[in-house]
Antibody, heavy 118, light 106 residues
Framework: QVQLQESGPGLVKPSETLSLTCTVS????????WSWIRQPAGKGLELIGR???????DYNPSLKSRVTMSIDTSKNQFSLNLTSVTAADTAVYYC????????????WGQGTMVSVSS | SYELTQPPSVAVSPGQTASITCSGD??????ACWYQQKPGQSPVLIIY???KRPSGIPERFSGSNSGNTATLTISGTQAMDEADYYC?????????FGGGTRVTVL
């Protein structure tokens, strides 16, 4: 049973870079698509982007200029960098596994709260 | 950009049927899926590819997708089904989520 665990700072200063890592356990990171999704408090879900095990990426157009995702198959991890953060980036950040390229998210991490504040 | 519209809330009595709609232009041309999210928890996939249930999801959850509307149906609703429900579909290479529906079991 694949499990996902997010890790990273819970507090980031405005204008700095938010960096998170998702560790995949119980299965291989290879041959799947992996995503980052966020949810501001009391609001809905927003896809940040997806990455394939080969390293190819697709980003939400509204965040594309600030997002970089990467993958390390040797460590079974993938990562998110979001630059120039503002208070609007405060949210719970989830990593998730896709069943297929354009399918559903069948495994989710527990989520990590990231606050942007000085 | 593509949008999915859900009613903000649905109320249902225990044992009755709850129907949650998700509307989008020609949604039936895409696969719709549904997630359940309880307070403080991560979303859980309950329906994928319009009407398929992942292992472990009770049979009382079912889905359909026709025309511009996908529907999640909860038959014999239980108190434990009180949660937020989100629909999701893909538009080109990006995911679109509905705004979510709060299901209250009265």
């Amino acid at each position: 049973q694949v499990q996902l665990q997010e890790s990273g700072p819970g507090l980031v200063k405005p204008s700095e870079t938010l960096s998170l890592t998702c560790t995949v356990s119980g299965g291989s990171i290879s041959s799947y698509y992996w995503s980052w999704i966020r949810q501001p408090a009391g609001k809905g879900l927003e896809l940040i982007g997806r990455i394939y095990s080969s390293g190819s990426t697709d980003y939400n157009p509204s965040l594309k200029s600030r997002v970089t995702m990467s993958i390390d198959t040797s460590k079974n991890q993938f990562s998110l960098n979001l630059t120039s953060v503002t208070a609007a980036d405060t949210a719970v950040y989830y990593c998730a596994k896709l069943r297929g390229a354009v399918d559903a998210f069948d495994v989710w991490g527990q989520g990590t709260m990231v606050s942007v504040s000085s | 950009s593509y949008e999915l519209t859900q009613p903000p809330s649905v109320a249902v009595s225990p044992g009755q049927t709850a129907s949650i709609t998700c509307s989008g232009d020609k949604l039936a041309d895409k696969y719709a899926c549904w997630y359940q999210q309880k307070p403080g928890q991560s979303p859980v996939l309950i329906i994928y590819q319009d009407n398929k249930r992942p292992s472990g999801i009770p049979e009382r959850f079912s889905g359909s997708n026709s025309g511009n509307t996908a529907t999640l149906t909860i038959s014999g609703t239980q108190a434990m089904d009180e949660a937020d429900y989100y629909c999701q579909a893909w538009d080109t290479s990006t995911v679109v989520f509905g705004g979510g529906t709060r299901v209250t079991v009265l």
